[in-house]
């Protein structure tokens, strides 16, 4: 057994809902790994269009996220450039509107607010109509609550939630998160992967240790 392929756009048979990312995503400035999917019952195949707001290449962040995340329904991305120059008296973009209300405008004054890459770990899962905020990053193994709306990073193995999301706790101690960021299952070869699933779906980390 190898588990479906990476490669699959629709990797649930007869549940059409339900794409692994990778496959359908065409911007450069997006970087999805294997096995991550995206849930939506209305057209999950327009993720870049509809989840990924104000991405623009010019801007220079990226979106990235890692393997095995599930993204359920709604959950959106804004990115840098839905901010708007903060420097002076007004926040209102007058330069977008022409005109001549952009002569003068320096662009600078805009790009050098950017937070940097959004950034979403390995084995995440983003609940239902999660909203994830520029420069973000989420930690391995996190999950983020239905509805939260994620402004500032999220440790590795936290639940948070709330708007704004905080940490509700931790799904481990810190001696396990450890453990199991150094063992980094994700990484393994998908049959090494397929031979352990009992371990990884398990609790016992020495177990999943010996599997290394």
């Keep these: 057994m190898q588990g479906p ?6 990797p649930l048979p007869g549940f059409p809902r ?6 359908v995503i065409t911007r450069p400035n997006i970087e999805v790994g294997d096995y991550s999917y995206y849930d939506d019952p209305d057209g999950a195949e327009r993720f870049e269009e509809r989840n990924v707001l104000h991405h623009f290449e010019f801007y220079g962040d ?4 890692g393997r095995f995340v599930a993204i359920a329904s709604g959950t959106r991305f804004i ?19 022409q005109g001549g209300w952009e002569e003068g405008f320096d662009v600078n004054t805009w790009l050098g607010q950017s937070r940097g890459d959004t950034v979403v770990g390995n084995d995440v899962w983003l609940g239902m109509e999660s909203l ?6 989420i930690g391995d193994g ?13 440790p590795p193995y936290a639940i948070v939630g709330g708007n704004p999301a905080r940490v509700v706790r931790m799904r481990f101690d810190e ?3 450890a453990r199991l960021l150094e063992i980094a299952w994700w990484h393994w070869p998908v049959d090494k992967i397929t031979r352990n699933l009992d371990r990884i ?3 016992d980390v020495t177990a999943l240790e010996e599997a290394r």
């Design 132 to 137: 994830i905020m520029p420069g973000v990053r």
């Design 18 to 23: 339900a794409v692994f990312l990778k496959d």
């Design 62 to 65: 990226r979106l990235i996220i």
């Design 142 to 154: 996190a999950i983020v609550a239905a509805r939260s709306t994620v402004v500032t990073d999220v």
């Design 5 to 10: 392929s990476p490669d699959t756009l629709y």
């Design 175 to 177: 001696a396990t998160v």
């Design 201 to 203: 779906r398990g609790a």
């Design 79 to 97: 990115m840098n450039g839905a901010n708007h120059a903060m420097g002076g008296f007004s926040t209102y973009p007058f330069n977008i509107f």
